[in-house]
């Protein structure tokens, strides 16, 4: 099973994606977590570069890169636990390079669909779980919880309010597969919802 957390700057998908892991585990189930960009040894070293506020970054270099970091990442980490009937839980996947990348940046989404499908061979989410937030309250956040911001977070407002209302367009057109939730309520709240759609997941996969 695939299960993919997404959602703006500081919306609160990491401490979410924490949470299911460590609640997953105590149940007994085999599960991994990973993230993008990153996720393999290759891919932290490429995502070091990507963040990194000091490098300027051509959009289509930066697609290029994040593409480049998901096949290995798809190879080496996801297919194989997928193989094994683990559960992966992976911070961001194709989603945010359509919500970045595509609305963001401005590169054409057919572009971006093509190559995506090669890179990923066609593995999509069982679930896509996106924490919806303010865009001034996130990136306040994160400015908190971490004292700097990244080459994606130092963006002006209208980039960031391009993500949000592309991650809200895109859960639109794909209702099946996301689990869209309020990322201004409690993280206990949100929790709850989210373990309640996962054991109901696992429990019709008879996992």
Known sequence: MFITFEGIEGSGKTTQINLLYEYLK?????????REPGGTEIGEFLRDLLLNKDRHIAPKTELLLIMAIRAQHVKDVIIPAIK?????????????????QGYGRGIDLKTIKFINNFVTEGITPDLTILIDYDVIDGLARR??????????????????KKIRDAYLKLSQEHRERFLVLDGSESVEKIHKIIKDRVDSLINARGL
Request: hydrophobic letters at 30%.
């Open 143 to 160: 400015m908190n919880n971490t004292g700097h911001m990244d080459r994606f977070e130092k963006e002006g407002f209208s980039f960031h």
């Open 84 to 100: 094994d009937k683990k559960i992966v839980l992976c911070d961001r996947f194709f989603d945010a390079t359509y919500a970045y």
């Open 26 to 34: 105590s149940k007994g189930y085999d599960v991994i977590k990973t």
